[in-house]
Nanobody, 116 residues
Framework: QVQLVESGGGLVQPGGSLRLSCAASGFTFSAAAMSWYRQAPGKERELVAAINSFGVATNYADSVKGRFTISRDNAKDTVFLQMNSLKPEDTATYYC?????????WGQGTQVTVSS
């Protein structure tokens, strides 16, 4: 059974940093493309960052370029999202996504709130 468990969310002041983690199990993690999405209240879910199975190619939403970094540890079946210089508009529920064998899997989400 595929499982994606996010952690690391919380409340942070503007300009602060958080590191999200997503622990994966139930599939061949090293063969899966991994992504982070986010969804704010009243808005559609949007892609934040993506990384290929080898961890070489990455892609970011324009709104987070230069502030967020996606990475993965295939030995630990974990993907990370380092978020720096956080802004109030980054407030959302952040979801881990895995694409493996043409199927997309989702975690339960972790809340990130940026507020003073």
């Amino acid at each position: 059974q595929v499982q994606l468990v996010e952690s690391g969310g919380g409340l942070v002041q503007p300009g602060g940093s958080l590191r999200l983690s997503c622990a994966a199990s139930g599939f061949t993690f090293s063969a899966a493309a991994m992504s982070w999405y986010r969804q704010a209240p009243g808005k559609e879910r949007e892609l934040v960052a993506a990384i290929n199975s080898f961890g070489v190619a990455t892609n970011y939403a324009d709104s987070v370029k230069g502030r967020f970094t996606i990475s993965r540890d295939n030995a630990k079946d974990t993907v990370f999202l380092q978020m720096n210089s956080l802004k109030p508009e980054d407030t959302a529920t952040y979801y881990c996504n895995a694409r493996w064998r043409f199927v997309a899997y989702w975690g339960q989400g972790t809340q990130v709130t940026v507020s003073s």
